[in-house]
């Protein structure tokens, strides 16, 4: 069954430094998404894109965050000058159509730990 | 009134016994409505939509009540396997999580 990819499985950065994770989505999936989960609390939408577009971000993604589609398969994140609170599973996920036809399928994480 | 709001157990249930989760929502203009499981610190893998009319899969049934906002997920004759966290969450596009509840199934 395809699945989503996330690399690295765990990053360990210094605070202020910039990261960048990755996700390689389900082939034929055009809509994607990035969420986190801070340890012992729920997972939070940061942001869907479509069409080489943001469609709608949360408030936690700020100027910080970026993300971007740099070819035909990778979708990245980016955090510019990372905090201690950025410290969480980052979870990239994918569906085939709109949320309201098809579920998205989560990558197995990243863990960040900002030091 | 809290976007989603599960119970967040723990349920200690016996093996084989019958176990249900409520989650209630309040954003009743959602389209789509999903149960998923997580392991402790593994991703969220998708159990099952849920429904208008109610589904089924196996040992697994989901209901969507829109009248009272909330969805259901009924899990019988439960298996060592089932204990994880039961995540609701519904969207039109994002999806909004609930906390979880925590399962456990007791041999």
């Known amino acids: 069954e395809p699945e989503v990819t996330q690399t690295p499985s765990h990053q360990v950065t210094q605070m202020g430094q910039e990261v960048i994770l990755r996700c390689v989505p389900i082939s034929n999936h055009l809509y994607f998404y990035w969420y986190r989960q801070i340890l012992g609390q729920k997972v939070e939408f940061l942001v869907s894109?479509?069409?080489?577009?943001?469609?709608?971000k949360s408030e936690i993604f700020d100027d910080q965050f970026s993300v971007e589609r740099p070819d035909g398969s990778n979708f990245t994140l980016k955090i510019r000058s990372t905090k201690l609170e950025d410290s969480a599973m980052y979870f990239c996920a994918s569906s085939h159509e709109g949320v309201w036809n098809q579920p998205q399928h989560f990558g197995d994480g990243t863990r960040l730990s900002i030091l | 009134r809290k976007e989603v709001e599960q119970d967040p157990g723990p349920f200690n249930v016996p093996e084989g016994a019958t176990v249900a989760f409520n989650c209630t929502y309040s954003n009743s203009a959602s389209q789509s409505f999903f149960w998923y499981r997580q392991d402790c610190r593994k991703e969220p893998k998708l159990l099952m939509s849920?429904?208008?009319s109610g589904n089924e899969d196996g040992r697994f049934t989901a209901q969507l009540n829109r009248a009272s906002q909330y969805i259901s997920l009924l899990i019988r004759d439960s298996k060592l396997s089932d204990s994880a966290t039961y995540l609701c969450?519904?969207?039109?596009?994002?999806?909004?999580f609930g906390t979880g509840t925590r399962l456990t199934i007791i041999p």
């Open positions: 894109f479509y069409n080489n577009e943001i469609s709608e």
């Open positions: 969450s519904f969207g039109n596009e994002k999806l909004t």
């Open positions: 849920v429904y208008s």
